[in-house]
């Protein structure tokens, strides 16, 4: 059985089965803190959302930024990582 978040949240397929096994340390709890309370926010020239927001990661000191990327609903989520390139002062 998933997870609770991940079981409240839509998804893609490719998240379900591509993200989520290449990176199986992000929690889809984070996905949708980020959603729901974005650092940044901006919609791609193919209406996919990106969201981007800072976790922090058990075990870890300092926080990372995590790059939530959603279909054009704004929900579904269909990406997910750690940023290593986000910048705040960018626009």
């Not at 075990?59 to 790059?67: H, P, V, Y």
Request: net charge positive; with cysteine; hydrophobic share 35%.
């Amino acid at each position: 059985m998933p997870p609770k978040a991940e079981a409240e949240m839509k998804t893609t397929r490719y998240f379900r089965e591509q993200v989520m096994r290449k990176r199986p340390y992000i929690d889809p709890a984070w996905c949708a803190a980020v959603i729901a309370a974005p650092t940044r926010q901006e919609t791609q020239p193919d209406g996919r959302v990106r969201f981007w927001g800072h976790i922090q990661p058990p075990g870890e000191e300092a926080s990372r930024t995590l790059r939530v990327v959603t279909l054009a609903d704004g929900e579904t989520v269909h990406n997910a990582f750690f940023d290593r390139g986000f910048r705040k002062d960018e626009p």
